[in-house]
Structures are given as C-alpha cells and as structure tokens.
C-alpha cells in the first residue's frame, strides 16, 4: 500500500526525534496509514514529499494513497477519489502575540499592506483567496515555511488549520489564533486513485474500524503528545520534494 505524504503537519504527520536523536515519521496519519494496511493485509509504504507532490502523485495514479489532512474539496473530486471523514478539524486565521490586538474581523485582514501566508495547493489557499483576495497573498511549499515566516514578521497572519496551529503554538509560543474560518466541509480524509471501488471501500472499512475500536482516539492523543516534543520540520535528505514519487520510490 503505497502512501504519499507531506511530514510538515504536525499532528497529522512529521518528524518526531526519538531517544536516539533519529528522526522518525509519526502522525495520526502515519498511525492510520499503518492500521489502513493491517487491517487489508498490505505492506505499507510511505513516501514523502512536499504536499503539492502529494497531490499530483494521486491524481497522476502514482501512488494508492495520499495522506496529509486531506480535505474532500469539491474541486478535488475530478482528480481523486476521497474516503469518509475519518478527523473533524477546523480552520484557523493565525498571527502573532504582538498583532493579536490590531483586527477586530477577517474582514479586516482583506488589506493590499498586509502579506497573508498559505500553504501551495492547500485548503487554505482558496481560504486566503476568499476571505482576503486583496491582501498579498504569499504561498509556500511547507506549513512550517508559514509558521517560520509569522515568526520572523515576514507574514502579518497565516490561514493554517486549526488542530496544526495548536500544535505548532505548543512549541512556538509567540503564535496567535486570531480567527475561527468558516468552511464547509470541517474534516480531513483520504484521497484515493481515482476509480479503484475496491480500494476505496477497504479503507473505508478500516477508517470505521479505527473509529469504533477507539484507536483514532489513541492516535490523536500519542501524536499531540509527540509533537509537542522536539521535531523535525521538513523533509529529510533523500525525501522526494517534488511531484515524482515513481521515481523517489
């Protein structure tokens, strides 16, 4: 079962360091993603890269799988197949503790002297796009690319979900939740070659597995509590940065 993921989205996945100073994938997402290959008898592999690759190698049938707080958008669909809502999450407009007095609104953020950051490709993006299509909307390859950029006042606010920007202010103090976005569809799910039923259907199977035997839960707390240890942000020499996993592979 081959996986494509970005290990930039603490807690979903990213790099924790172990007792031995290694750098390890951890993530709900990786813990599904092995439970997802149990539970069909699968040997699983997961293949980083950044989250654009991860998509494009979906969509390109280069992979089975894409794992990385995927977002069942509609404009999604024509590309990949998703599965059911296995996480419900949230969006979230961020900034730092020395703006967190200087918007009342979202509307107020939709201002051409204001820099907005987003991850490429994401759900947040087309947030960015709707809620401030006049502000300069800056987008990069990597959540922690943003969260680097707020910290260093190269970005006044940041659209990121709102369980990763919880996470990332356990270790970064100095961020600020400003807002709660609206968004329609509030959960992350799998994103599937396109046109494989049987595939689809046993990761369903497995995400109501997980679900019901309460190992969602325990993923999502031993993430949370991973991640706010020390980690690694980024990919890892070797990883696949771009959209070429049959090659990475």
Do not use: H
């Not at 990949?80 to 020395?98: C, K, P, R």
């Not at 200087?102 to 204001?114: C, E, G, I, T, V």
């Not at 035997?213 to 980690?231: C, I, K, P, R, W």
């Amino acid at each position: 079962l081959t996986v494509a993921t970005s290990p930039d989205f603490a807690p979903y996945e990213f790099y924790a360091i172990d007792e031995n100073g290694n750098a390890q994938l951890a993530g709900f997402d990786m813990s599904l993603a092995q439970y997802i290959a149990d539970y069909m008898g699968l040997t699983l592999e997961v293949i980083p890269m950044d989250f654009d690759g991860v998509l494009a190698e979906v969509t390109a049938g280069n992979v089975d799988l894409g794992m990385a707080g995927l977002s069942p958008d509609p404009d999604r669909m024509d590309a990949m197949d998703f599965s059911d809502i296995y996480y419900q999450g949230g969006q979230s407009l961020v900034t730092v503790q020395a703006n967190k007095d200087k918007w009342s609104s979202l509307a107020d953020l939709n201002d051409a002297s204001l820099s907005i950051g987003a991850q490429l490709g994401s759900i947040q993006y087309n947030l960015a796009m709707e809620n401030t299509p006049d502000a300069d909307i800056v987008t990069l390859a990597k959540v922690t690319d943003v969260i680097a950029d707020l910290l260093g006042e190269k970005l006044d606010a940041a659209f990121i979900e709102t369980v990763v920007a919880q996470s990332y202010q356990k270790n970064y103090p100095d961020l600020y939740i400003a807002f709660d976005v609206p968004y329609e569809v509030e959960g992350s799910s799998i994103g599937v070659v396109k046109g494989n039923e049987a595939l689809l259907a046993g990761v369903n199977e497995a995400i109501a597995a997980a679900l019901a035997d309460g190992s969602m839960d325990t993923f999502v707390a031993e993430a949370n509590e991973l991640a706010s240890g020390e980690t690694y942000e980024g990919l890892l020499e070797g990883d696949s940065a771009d959209a070429s996993a049959s090659s990475a592979a």
